[in-house]
Nanobody
């Protein structure tokens, strides 16, 4: 059974940091591009970052560039999102997603390109 489970969310003050994890089971992460998609209340889901399979090139939305870092540990079948210098507007439920690319092509910023999704983890940035 394919499953993605996010963890690491919580309440943090502006300027603080959180590290999110997305643990995959039921498939081998090596061949999958992974993305992170936050959704704030009343807003559409957006894309903030993705990482290719294979050479693991990374990509970021302008809103998080320089603050967020995506990485993967294929041995642990886990993808991470390190979030620094958090702002109140980063508040959202963060979902990870996976799509099989087998090292080909660039990971996408459109959620419809992804096949598997986790249940999300809440990130709240507030003083």
């Amino acid at each position: 059974q394919v499953q993605l489970v996010e963890s690491g969310g919580g309440l943090v003050q502006p300027g603080g940091s959180l590290s999110l994890s997305c643990a995959a089971s039921g498939f081998t992460l090596d061949y999958y591009a992974m993305g992170w998609f936050p959704q704030a209340p009343g807003k559409e889901r957006e894309w903030v970052s993705c990482i290719n399979s294979g050479v693991s090139n990374t990509y970021y939305a302008d809103s998080v560039k320089g603050r967020f870092t995506i990485s993967r540990d294929n041995a642990k079948n886990t993808v991470y999102l390190q979030m620094n210098s958090l702002k109140p507007e980063d508040t959202a439920v963060y979902y990870c997603a996976a799509v099989a690319t087998y090292g080909l092509g660039k990971c996408g910023s459109n959620g419809y390109e992804y096949d598997y999704w986790g249940q999300g983890t809440q990130v709240t940035v507030s003083s």
